[in-house]
Nanobody, 125 residues
């Protein structure tokens, strides 16, 4: 099994920036599809971004142009750089791995096998 641990969340004012990290340990594979998701109380988990084995990325409409997903395979680490943060970005952010796919990553959270415990991001005016 793979263990995922997120970090980097916190409280920031609107228009600020944060960089989230997700370190993978255990049985890992650098080619897996990896994704970031977010969730607020009472709402479904929402896909934020994903990245495949050759670096092809997907972004949700609400974060396009502001967020950047990247990974460092040598460190087994996935990143989410978030710029121009808005109060609507406030959520618990989770990273996840889809061990069944290397490319054409799925967007829906149900396709992802392994999840971290999340890191809270709070954006205030």
């Amino acid at each position: 099994a793979v263990q995922l641990v997120e970090s980097g969340g916190g409280s920031v004012q609107a228009d600020g920036s944060l960089r989230l990290s997700c370190v993978a340990s255990g049985v890992t594979h650098s080619r897996w599809c990896m994704g970031w998701f977010r969730q607020t109380p009472g709402k479904e988990r929402e896909p934020v971004a994903n990245i495949d084995d050759i670096g092809y990325t997907y972004y949700g409409e609400s974060v396009k142009g502001r967020f950047n997903i990247s990974k460092d395979d040598s460190k087994n680490t996935l990143y989410l750089t978030m710029n121009s943060l808005k109060p609507d970005d406030t959520a618990m952010y989770y990273c996840a791995a889809d061990r069944s796919r290397f490319h054409s990553c799925e967007r829906a959270p149900g396709h992802y096998n392994d999840w971290g415990h999340g890191t809270q991001v709070t954006v205030s005016l």
